[in-house]
């Protein structure tokens, strides 16, 4: 059976999960609370998904939902397909979207909360593997001709940018849903896999795949935050939500 087909209750694809701001005419104000639109794209499990009564969860997502409760606002989720997302993200179209990494290109049109968690990039590979690639580096295994199966929409830091993207083009098997990539490599189709630890190590427990290994070497370790485009929000807003936020990180630590 394909490890996709074990994947119950949630939709086909990785996400980038975002978030369209769009507050209601003063005449609804009156009848009802502010409202901030989730736009999804797909599942990113643990972080943010849909359990299989369509209901939004995950542990990014809850974090603000409640820290935006807590300023007058509704969070509300609808979908959208997430290739259509990575410009407009850039060009800050795009009012919100949960588990960001900061660059310099999504800065010039995007503000960024402060970090909330970090975010540990690396790379999997099947037991039957762990013989020959346990001591390799990534670049190691690469420059041997193996294949690596990433989500381009994701941002994995400028290392794995310059190193990786750019120098091994025909390796890179691009794929959105984390799912559809472990299926390939439980299926033989690519050797590895590159994705957050915690998504890694969520989504083969999940899906039943107990012969994955987590290199222990990680490819870039990262802050990730909430960003917000420049245009939606005002910087009192960003501060309410800031301090929120650090009142909120003094007494959890999120995945």
Do not use: C
Not at 104 to 132: C, D, M
Not at 189 to 206: F, G, M, S, T
């Amino acid at each position: 059976m394909e490890v996709i087909n074990a994947y119950k209750g949630f939709a086909n694809h990785r996400i980038v999960w975002l978030f369209i701001l769009s507050v209601f005419s003063p005449s609804l104000l009156a009848a009802q609370d502010k409202v901030i639109e989730l736009t999804a794209t797909n599942n990113w499990y643990p972080y943010v998904y849909y359990d299989s009564e369509r209901k939004v969860r995950g542990s990014d997502y809850t974090i603000l939902k409640n820290l935006l409760n807590e300023m007058g606002y509704q969070l509300r989720a609808s979908t959208f397909p997430e290739r259509r997302m990575g410009r407009k993200i850039e060009q800050g179209d795009i009012e919100v979207v949960l588990g960001a990494a900061k660059n310099s290109v999504r800065s010039r049109n995007n503000t960024f909360s402060l970090p909330y968690r970090k975010e540990t990039i690396t790379f999997a590979y099947l037991k039957k593997h762990q013989s020959a690639y346990a001591d390799k580096s990534l670049l190691m295994l690469l420059d041997e001709g193996h294949m690596v199966a990433i989500n381009k929409s994701g941002w994995y830091g400028e290392w794995f940018a310059d190193n990786v993207i750019k120098a091994y083009p025909k390796q890179i098997v691009h794929v959105e849903s984390v799912n559809r990539r472990l299926n390939l490599v439980n299926q033989n189709r690519v050797e590895l896999i590159v994705d957050d630890r915690q998504v890694l190590k969520a989504n083969a427990k999940l899906l039943n795949v107990k012969n994955l290994i987590i290199s222990e070497t990680p490819i870039n370790v990262q802050d990730v935050h909430f960003m917000f485009s420049k245009r939606a929000v005002t910087k009192d807003f960003m501060r309410e939500f800031n301090a929120k936020l650090a009142e909120f990180l003094l007494h959890n630590t999120p995945l």
